[in-house]
């Protein structure tokens, strides 16, 4: 069956027409509003961005300011905790410069004979060191090391030379010399006092026997391993003359001619 148009043919134009027309306007209107969408969205997930951006930003402020605070406060002990260390080290290093007083005189105490008899004994570190009161003998500044300079007396010269080569024995000893060995034949003074050149006025250790000689000796002691080696520290040690060695001396008393034995000071001594 045809289809037939009852509309004019005149009418019909006009209707196309305007029906063209309304819909092109549509079209764009519709792209308009696709358009405006599309910007919003935008405009939208943009302000989200920037305001999560902006939090975050404020969330690191905060916590580099907090760090900043705690670093601040912690500043007290990382000071503390740097001059401990700079403690330890000092201490370490007088550690290791620190001669051993105490194992050198148990030594000399180990390897004295039983007929020696030790009125002074002066210990020093280096020769530069000078003790109000404290013996120094004149071979003392030979060696530059941790020394002890002992006077005391014994029952004969030959038994001085025992003294000397027992010393050599002493654990640590790099030298002994002998600065002299002299007999006395008077005792000048009250109360058992003497004066020669055995150095000074000390306690006598002879219990009134002329013929026993006083001596003096220096004995020297390896330097500590250390390089910085404290030199300005001394330990002086005096002792009277013993009640063994009273009650080990003769009770008669002779008046013999002085003797006197020195050792040469040109030599330094007799050496280990």
């Known amino acids: 069956m045809r289809a037939v148009n009852l509309i004019p043919s005149d009418q019909q134009r006009g209707a196309g027409g305007a029906a063209g027309k309304s819909g092109g306007g549509a079209f764009i209107l519709l792209g308009a509003l696709a358009l405006l969408v599309v910007m919003a969205g935008v405009f939208v997930s943009s302000g989200k961005s920037v305001n999560d951006k902006q939090a975050k930003l404020t969330d690191v402020t905060?916590?580099?300011?907090?760090?900043?605070?705690?670093?601040?406060s912690l500043q007290t002990y990382t000071k503390f905790a740097g001059i401990r260390a700079k403690r330890v080290d000092t201490v370490k290093q007088l550690a290791a410069s620190r001669f051993d007083w105490a194992h050198a005189l148990r030594e000399v105490a180990r390897v004295l004979p039983e007929n020696a008899w030790v009125t002074s004994m002066?210990?020093?570190?280096?020769?530069?060191?000078?003790?109000?009161?404290?013996?120094?003998?004149?071979?003392?500044?030979?060696?530059?090391?941790?020394?002890?300079?002992?006077?005391?007396?014994?029952?004969?010269?030959?038994?001085?030379?025992?003294?000397?080569?027992?010393?050599?024995?002493?654990?640590?000893?790099?030298?002994?010399?002998?600065?002299?060995?002299?007999?006395?034949?008077?005792?000048?003074?009250?109360?058992?006092?003497?004066?020669?050149?055995?150095?000074?006025?000390?306690?006598?250790?002879?219990?009134?026997?002329?013929?026993?000689?006083?001596?003096?000796?220096?004995?020297?002691?390896?330097?500590?391993?250390?390089?910085?080696?404290?030199?300005?520290?001394?330990?002086t040690a005096t002792?009277?003359?013993?009640?063994?060695?009273?009650?080990?001396?003769?009770?008669?008393?002779?008046?013999?001619?002085?003797?006197?034995?020195?050792?040469?000071?040109?030599?330094?001594?007799?050496?280990?």
Do not use: M
């Open 239 to 272: 002792a009277s003359d013993t009640t063994a060695a009273s009650s080990a001396a003769p009770s008669t008393t002779a008046t013999p001619a002085p003797t006197t034995t020195t050792a040469p000071s040109t030599t330094g001594g007799t050496s280990k």
């Open 122 to 235: 002066t210990a020093t570190t280096s020769p530069t060191v000078t003790l109000s009161g404290g013996a120094s003998g004149s071979l003392r500044g030979a060696i530059t090391a941790p020394a002890i300079v002992l006077q005391g007396c014994t029952t004969s010269q030959a038994s001085v030379s025992k003294v000397l080569a027992r010393l050599r024995l002493a654990d640590g000893v790099q030298r002994v010399a002998l600065e002299d060995a002299t007999k006395v034949a008077e005792i000048s003074g009250t109360g058992g006092a003497q004066t020669g050149s055995a150095g000074g006025t000390n306690g006598d250790c002879r219990g009134g026997h002329a013929k026993y000689p006083v001596f003096n000796v220096d004995v020297w002691f390896n330097a500590p391993s250390s390089t910085a080696a404290v030199t300005n520290g001394s330990t």
């Open 62 to 72: 905060a916590q580099a300011v907090a760090a900043e605070a705690k670093a601040t």
